[in-house]
């Protein structure tokens, strides 16, 4: 240490240093990776006489204060809504006019010693209003206050919404669910629905507010607050305006479908184990090239030489594939309906264990078929459009059904190409005389006068009570056919299959991944999928406990009185119009 006569002090180049003791310490790697109080604890050592930088700390107290703007701008906006409203006391208002005045005074220091030249000017408001989060008005309040010599500084009562007052709607939990009850009648009605309402609601029959007197001089003053206090509930708790999208309301065909399906579905189950239905579920879908699952992929987002690619590649082309599961043998196994404590299923588990392979739930053997469409055009877009009934019921009839060792129910989707007609049934537009054909070969009665309207509406009856190719082919092996309803994809186990299966090859997704290794990769899930025998039981279990939890609550409805009015129903002609339409697609 050097000194000077004017009594300031030099370090010198020996005083410099910080660190000492092993060489280690001053790696890029320790540096990089030391804890958030090692900067304390570095700064009072001996040669701490430096200053030392303590990243974004601030005070003795060693509190670290956020270093990015994002972390920043959410305290302050907490912040900011916790100082909304608040009421002003005397102390807050002298610390504000005092920090006013002390950058006035640096201010007029910085003039002083410039000798006349001008110092840009302090902005003392903006300032202010910026560090204390006040509005521009309550500043001129509170320096009004001072600067005209009030005995007492600048104060408020209490502001905005007081939980205390009786005209603010309290955020508790019977208020939250009357309102949300209120408003869901009233969307059920299709009425209109505004805060107004709400309000309305809220003074009456829900007796969340007080009735306010109309002849009060400020009636309307009060009742405006009220409805502010109203709205900004609403805004709080999330509520929106407009139409809400999705469709929340089942249609009543696709209610009749899932009942039925859940009808056969259990009494199959609950049939004698020695005539029960194995159950066989199938389905299609497809892979593309680019397939990935790299959402959980690590990087460091310090290291300056990662490479960042743009956008990634498109989906590339497709591989698209179907194939069956199936249940235990009910020959040998009964599932555990008692399943309310998570027992029965592990006792599931445990009886499973002790079966053979061939009796127990998994990929039906030869039923994978995986092919990559030839036409360009069918790499894009749904991929249902690669299934025909040309290619469909091939597979269907020369590897599902010779692969299935006893009857089986077999559960699918009512896709276009599931439900092809036998060639003798007519499809799409055709001549009257096809038409005729089709009544001749089914003796139903025409007259020569009849048109082809005529003819249609007389078709509608035998068109009912078609089946189809893949039913046809079914039971002459002694299988029956379920279709599963529309918009439940939560009945139909093989689509956790597809989750699965897809997933790990998505895992395996690199730069280099052609289609030939994407074929090879599919391959060998598909082998591994024949010893998935335990995950597969587990995702028929688990759709199975959802049909019953429906199928529970469609017993419970049967025992309510049916309020709806089915007047109509008796005088239309259009009775079972989904069923006639669906059995006319073919038409």
């Given at each position: 240490m050097k000194h000077h006569g004017n009594?300031?002090?030099?370090?010198?180049?020996?005083?410099?240093?910080?660190?000492?003791?092993?060489?280690?310490?001053?790696?890029?790697?320790?540096?990089?990776?030391?804890?958030?109080?090692?900067?304390?604890?570095?700064?009072?050592?001996?040669?701490?006489?430096k200053k030392v930088k303590t990243d974004a700390i601030d005070g003795a107290g060693?509190?670290?204060?956020?270093?990015?703007?994002?972390?920043?701008?959410?305290?302050?906006?907490?912040?900011?809504?916790?100082?909304?409203?608040?009421?002003?006391?005397?102390?807050?208002?002298?610390?504000?006019?005092?920090?006013?005045?002390?950058?006035?005074?640096?201010?007029?220091?910085?003039?002083?010693?410039?000798?006349?030249?001008?110092?840009?000017?302090?902005?003392?408001?903006?300032?202010?209003?910026?560090?204390?989060?006040?509005?521009?008005?309550?500043?001129?309040?509170?320096?009004?206050?001072?600067?005209?010599?009030?005995?007492?500084?600048?104060?408020?009562?209490?502001r905005g919404c007081n939980p205390c007052l009786e005209t603010v709607l309290p955020q508790t939990k019977k208020t939250v669910i009357n309102i949300r009850t209120f408003v869901r009648n009233r969307r059920v009605q299709q009425l209109r629905t505004t805060a107004t309402q709400v309000l309305e609601f809220c003074q009456g029959e829900g007796d969340l507010l007080p009735l306010l007197d109309a002849n009060d001089p400020e009636y309307q003053k009060k009742h405006q607050s009220m409805l502010r206090g109203v709205q900004r509930w609403l805004k709080r708790n999330h509520y929106r305006r407009g139409r809400r999208s999705g469709n929340i309301v089942m249609k009543e065909y696709i209610a009749v479908k899932r009942d039925k399906f859940l009808i056969e579905f259990f009494k199959n189950r609950s049939l004698p184990q020695e005539h029960r239905l194995r159950e066989v579920y199938l389905d299609e879908s497809y892979i593309h090239q680019h397939y990935k699952k790299d959402v959980d992929s690590l990087y460091d987002p310090n290291d300056e030489q990662d490479l960042q690619f743009g956008k990634g590649k498109n989906k590339g082309n497709r591989y698209c594939f179907v194939c069956a599961i199936q249940g235990p043998n009910p020959r040998v196994f009964e599932y555990n309906e008692d399943d309310n404590d998570g027992n029965g299923r592990l006792l599931d588990k445990l009886q499973l264990a002790e079966i053979p392979k061939e009796d127990r739930g998994g990929v039906v053997a030869g039923s994978v078929w995986c092919f990559c469409p030839q036409q360009k055009k069918d790499h894009k877009g749904d991929y249902h459009k690669v299934f025909k009934a040309e290619n469909f019921v091939p597979w269907w009839r020369d590897q599902l059904l010779p692969n299935l060792p006893q009857p089986s129910l077999i559960i699918m989707d009512n896709a276009g190409y599931h439900c092809a007609y036998p060639p003798d049934v007519p499809k799409g537009k055709k001549k009257k005389i096809d038409y005729i054909?089709?009544?001749?070969?089914?003796?139903?009665?025409?007259?020569?006068?009849?048109?082809?309207?005529?003819?249609?509406?007389?078709?509608?009856?035998?068109?009912?009570?078609?089946?189809?190719?893949?039913?046809?082919?079914?039971?002459?092996?002694?299988?029956?056919?379920?279709?599963?309803?529309?918009?439940?994809?939560?009945?139909?186990?093989?689509?956790?299959?597809?989750?699965?299966?897809?997933?790990?090859?998505?895992?395996?997704?690199?730069?280099?991944?052609?289609?030939?290794?994407?074929?090879?990769?599919?391959?060998?899930?598909?082998?591994?999928?024949?010893?998935?025998?335990?995950?597969?039981?587990?995702?028929?279990?688990?759709?199975?406990?959802?049909?019953?939890?429906?199928?529970?609550?469609?017993?419970?409805?049967?025992?309510?009185?049916?309020?709806?009015?089915?007047?109509?129903?008796?005088?239309?002609?259009?009775?079972?119009?989904?069923?006639?339409?669906?059995?006319?697609?073919?038409?």
């Open positions: 009594g300031l002090t030099m370090e010198t180049d020996d005083d410099i240093s910080v660190y000492s003791g092993h060489s280690d310490t001053l790696s890029s790697h320790n540096l990089r990776r030391r804890l958030a109080g090692d900067d304390l604890q570095l700064a009072g050592t001996n040669s701490s006489r060693g509190v670290r204060l956020p270093n990015s703007t994002k972390s920043v701008s959410k305290y302050l906006t907490k912040l900011k809504a916790k100082l909304k409203s608040k009421p002003y006391d005397s102390i807050t208002s002298d610390r504000i006019v005092h920090a006013a005045l002390t950058l006035q005074m640096d201010y007029c220091k910085e003039k002083v010693k410039k000798e006349g030249v001008k110092p840009p000017a302090p902005k003392v408001r903006e300032n202010i209003c910026k560090l204390f989060g006040i509005s521009p008005n309550t500043y001129t309040k509170i320096m009004k206050s001072f600067f005209d010599g009030d005995s007492e500084s600048y104060c408020t009562g209490l054909m089709y009544c001749n070969s089914r003796n139903i009665p025409l007259e020569p006068t009849n048109t082809v309207l005529i003819i249609k509406e007389k078709m509608k009856q035998a068109m009912l009570k078609e089946k189809m190719i893949c039913e046809i082919l079914a039971e002459e092996k002694g299988h029956r056919v379920l279709f599963q309803p529309p918009c439940h994809s939560d009945f139909q186990p093989i689509e956790l299959l597809w989750a699965k299966l897809k997933g790990n090859i998505g895992r395996k997704y690199d730069s280099n991944t052609t289609m030939k290794v994407l074929k090879q990769r599919l391959d060998e899930e598909f082998v591994a999928a024949m010893d998935w025998n335990e995950s597969i039981e587990g995702m028929i279990h688990k759709t199975a406990k959802i049909c019953a939890s429906f199928y529970k609550t469609i017993q419970a409805e049967e025992e309510e009185p049916d309020n709806a009015d089915h007047s109509d129903d008796f005088n239309s002609d259009d009775s079972d119009s989904d069923e006639h339409s669906n059995a006319l697609v073919a038409l």
